[in-house]
Nanobody
Framework: QVQLVESGGGLVQPGGSLRLSCAAS????????AGWYRQAPGKQREMVAL???????RYADSVQGRFTISRDNTENAVYLQMNSLSPDDTAVYFC?????????WGQGTQVTVSS
């Protein structure tokens, strides 16, 4: 059974930082691409950052230079370091792992940026 479990969300002040983690189990994590998506209230889910099985990355324009995605295949984990957070970053953040014929999602973790 495939499981993706996110952690690290919470409440942070504008300008602050958070690090999200996603632990994968039940799959050969190292062969899959992984990513982080987010969904704010009343908005569609959007891509935040992607990382391929070999470590190539891609970011949404809105987070470029502030967020960093990384992975540790020995830990079956993908991370999202978020710096210089603003209220516009408030959303539920979802971990995603996908391949040619597979697509898995975590349950989401809330990130709230507010003073």
């Amino acid at each position: 059974q495939v499981q993706l479990v996110e952690s690290g969300g919470g409440l942070v002040q504008p300008g602050g930082s958070l690090r999200l983690s996603c632990a994968a189990s039940g799959i050969k994590f190292w062969v899959y691409s992984a990513g982080w998506y987010r969904q704010a209230p009343g908005k569609q889910r959007e891509m935040v950052a992607l990382i391929t099985s070999v470590g190539s990355t891609r970011y949404a324009d809105s987070v470029q230079g502030r967020f960093t995605i990384s992975r540790d295949n020995t830990e079956n984990a993908v991370y999202l370091q978020m710096n210089s957070l603003s209220p516009d970053d408030t959303a539920v953040y979802f971990c995603n792992v996908h391949g040619d014929r597979s697509d898995y999602w975590g349950q989401g973790t809330q990130v709230t940026v507010s003073s």
